[in-house]
Structure formats: C-alpha cells, structure tokens
C-alpha cells in the first residue's frame, strides 16, 4: 500500500463526516481503525498550541515497529499486521541519527511549552570566574541546585517558583548557565551575591516591549533551545540526563478529546475560551509523510 494512500485517506473521508466505511476500507486493510473516535485532539493549555492527529484506538494496543525485509527495505507494522509505511534500510549511523533528531525535536518542544505556560521572560546567565571554571555538567548543576535552594529561601521562603535552565560549554571546554524566569525576577545585587561562583548577566529580548507575554517566551524558548542539541552529545552526560532541568513546579498541561472526524476536532479546538487557534501545518500538504496524518494550530 503506497504511503500516500494511507495519508490521504482520511481527508477523502472527511468529505462526509469521517464516517465513509466503503471508502476508508478501501485503503486500509484493517477496517475496524477507522471507526469510532479516530481522532485526538490536543490543547496544550496557556501555550496557545492545539493539534489534531488520526490515531485509531487500536494504535494504542498494538505495538508499531519496524520489520526488516531483507531485500534492503523496512515496513512500518503495527500489532495487526497492518503495514502503515515503507523505507530504505537505515544504517546504525542513519539510526543514530533519527533517534537524536527525534529526540531533539521533543525535547524543544517540551521546554518550550513549559517556558510559555510558565511566562518565562527573562534570562539570566551565571558564569564562573577564573581559574575555578569547572568542565563538569555534575559539578555545575550541584551549583545550580545550591543556588536555587538560596534563592527560593531569601526571595519566596523557601517555596518553588517557576524556572527552567540549560548549561552552555564553550570552547575551552568551561560551562555556564542560562535561566529562564518570570518577569520580576531581576535583582542583580541580590543574584550575583547568591551565585557566589563569577559574573551574572541579566538580558530580555530586542524589541521585547512588542511582544505580548506569551511571544516574549516563545522568543526565549527558542533561543534557549538551540544549547539543547549540543547538551545531548556531550562526553559527561549521564545517560538518562535531560537537556535541560526546571524547579519542578509549574507543570505543562494537556487536554486530549476523541472524535470521529476532523471537522467536529477542529471545531473543539476552535471553541477553547480565551483562544484564537489558526492552522499552520498539516501533514496533507507533506508529499513525503510517513507518520499519521497531522495537523498543528497556534494561537498568538
């Protein structure tokens, strides 16, 4: 079954309601996934992102891997026996490679939801002053966690507050830190006097009186990002160590819904309170999608 089959089926569907069963069949060679509720819906709440992905309930039950062929291809199966998509045999370098890029990309999307959902706005680089300018990612995150615990106990009694941080290593090897805080969090005597370690830096955006709140985080998050993808290649990184860390508090909420078509997701969507969502990608427009059929809403 050719992969756009399987990516275009469900927008011929839509055209009556998601409900055809003569034509959804036809393309997939299991019938019983394209019935009941289809497809989720998800709204990331206070971050102004919403999507909505056809994942059959079964998808849920059934294990989806990656079957050697032998004659140089693998398909993409899940626990039915249904074949949902086809490629060239990766190498243990093309491996390597998917599984960072994948990684990566879920880890800037978590950092950055949690950055806007929080109001992160503000940035504060701590650096360590010669000659005591430590290489170890261990050493520098003890410090940060003994600078956290000071901060909380002269600026909020002792009581976390929301705040996420990733470390930078430049190319003699040292390390500093970036900190992304809420707006108030700006007291540079007091900062560098906790720090203890070097000089602190407190910077916001260009052209950030602008930006609402959310896009000043999102502006944030995304440069704060891009130290994400060096993190996770780095020699003294522990194995299960994430790219970046946060205070723990000011957890990223999701809401999930089920629907039997696009049109009554979407409609969802569009009816969150306080929400304006747009569409700004959808997988049908993607010749060379392989995953389910997606689509992605912001709203400003």
Known sequence: MATRDLVEAPQRALEDGGKSRSDAAGCFPCPKNTFGNPYVACVVEQVGSASIAFVP???YRSQVKWVDT??????????????????????GVDRWVTYVTKSNRRARREFLSYCVANRLTKMWTLTYAPPNRPTSRKN??????EFFRKWRAQLTGGESFPAAYVLERHKDGTLHVHIAVQN???????????WGHGRVQYDTARGSERLSGRELSRCLARYLAKYLDKSFIEEDRSKNER???????GAVVKTRRRFASWKEAEE??????????????NSFDVIEWDGPPVKIFSSA
């Open 140 to 145: 520098v995150k003890s410090d940060v966690n």
């Open 70 to 91: 032998q004659d140089g291809f693998e398909l993409r199966v899940n626990g039915d026996g249904e074949i949902r998509g086809r490629r060239e045999r990766l190498s």
């Open 243 to 249: 790219r970046y860390d946060t205070t723990h508090t």
């Open 268 to 281: 969802w969507i569009r009816e969150v309170p306080g929400e304006m969502f747009e569409e700004v990608w």
């Open 57 to 59: 309930e079964v998808a």
């Open 184 to 194: 108030g969090f700006t007291s540079w005597t007091q900062i560098r006097r906790i």
